[in-house]
């Protein structure tokens, strides 16, 4: 097959009942769905066998997370491309051709995916397809000083309307998971997703070592999927929030130094300012975590704690391989969150002029 479209189950049956037909009507001859599931105990490969006998599947022996689950199941694959798709997607006609023929005829960019639609549901169970972008990547990521993430048309928790604003095909640091398609010869150049991720903010640091080993990351706008969001975690998850801080931290280590080198640093001064850009992270983590607390949410409190401790526990001396001549895009020099809170909805007309345009 020349395109892989991998799902990653866990213990979403309902999902894959409700989208995985529209996805399989969608597809020409050269693309294959395949599900992979993360040992779910909700009866998906037994509805798998009895109502999509023909599409392949690979059983998982144990719920290795986003990461772990798509590096066993790309492994066993062989296409020129591959798709990771979230099973709480729901595709239209025609929506991989153009993200397929970018990459035929641009051999620099490494990774592309598709603008990214909420979708909703109605009382009675229906799905409905809106204009708005979705949170989980919305037109295409970037990150901010501190490595915050944001994107053309969600800044935050805020996410505004698809006005056609973002209709050309765009570089960005980052594509989301939810939905990308991924050459199968830079998958594994790379080594695949970082294991310790385990989950959230694994495809930004995906996008950002593919940068840095010379490749573009693309948004094609041509191509529009709507998400659903929060299948597996939902999105006040305290669990979700500690991944989300302690894979932030990840992220910095292994590409900001690499990144400030082919910015003209040398390799220890590249070293000791990411160094203190992580220590002002922390510092910024910190004073959230005693919001939290006088808040009442000691729960969240208590994640953004876990998350550093994990962090600490995970960190590697390993940095990414880079080339001297690779330029990083989608990274901006402002601290987002001050912008985010003093600008309200006028934050998306400010980044349209002063980031997104340069």
Request: net charge positive.
């Amino acid at each position: 097959m020349r395109t892989a479209v991998v799902i990653l189950n866990w213990n979403t049956k309902g999902y894959l009942r409700s989208f995985l037909p529209p996805l399989l009507e969608s597809l020409g001859d050269d693309a294959q769905v395949v599900v992979a599931d993360s040992a779910s105990t909700d009866g998906s490969m037994e509805m798998m066998a009895a109502e999509f006998p023909a599409v392949r599947t690979i059983p998982l022996d144990a719920n290795y997370g986003f990461t772990g689950g798509y590096n066993r199941a790309l492994a066993e694959l062989d296409a020129e491309y591959f798709v990771l798709i979230n099973s709480d997607i729901l595709v239209g006609d025609g929506w991989l051709e153009p993200l397929v023929s970018w990459m035929d005829s641009h051999p620099e960019c490494g990774i592309c995916g598709p603008k990214l639609h909420a979708l909703t549901k109605d009382g009675g169970g229906s799905f409905i397809k809106t204009d708005r972008f979705e949170y989980a990547g919305a037109a295409g990521g970037w990150l901010d000083r501190f490595g915050f993430p944001f994107c053309r048309g969600r800044v935050m928790k805020r996410v505004c309307e698809d006005r056609a604003q973002y209709d050309r095909p765009a570089d960005v640091l980052w594509c989301t998971g939810a939905c990308l398609l991924v050459r199968s010869s830079l998958w594994k150049a790379l080594g695949g997703l970082d294991d310790r991720f385990f989950a959230h903010m694994e495809e930004i640091d995906l996008c950002w070592r593919a940068q840095l080993a010379g490749w573009k990351v693309t948004v094609v706008p041509q191509s529009v999927v709507w998400h659903l969001g929060g299948g597996t975690l939902a999105p006040d998850s305290p669990f979700k929030l500690q991944l989300n801080y302690r894979n932030n931290l990840l992220l910095l280590e292994n590409n900001l130094a690499p990144t400030l080198v082919t910015r003209g640093y040398s390799a220890e001064r590249a070293e000791k300012k990411a160094e203190r850009i992580l220590r002002r992270r922390l510092f910024i983590d910190n004073l959230t975590k005693t919001a939290y607390s006088l808040s009442g949410k000691k729960e969240y409190a208590a994640a953004v704690g876990k998350a550093h401790e994990s962090w600490r526990q995970l960190r590697s001396s390993a940095r990414t391989p880079f080339k001297s001549s690779s330029t990083v895009h989608g990274l901006s020099g402002i601290c987002m969150i001050p912008h985010a809170l003093l600008r309200g909805k006028g934050v998306f007309t400010y980044l349209d002029k002063k980031v997104f345009a340069k």
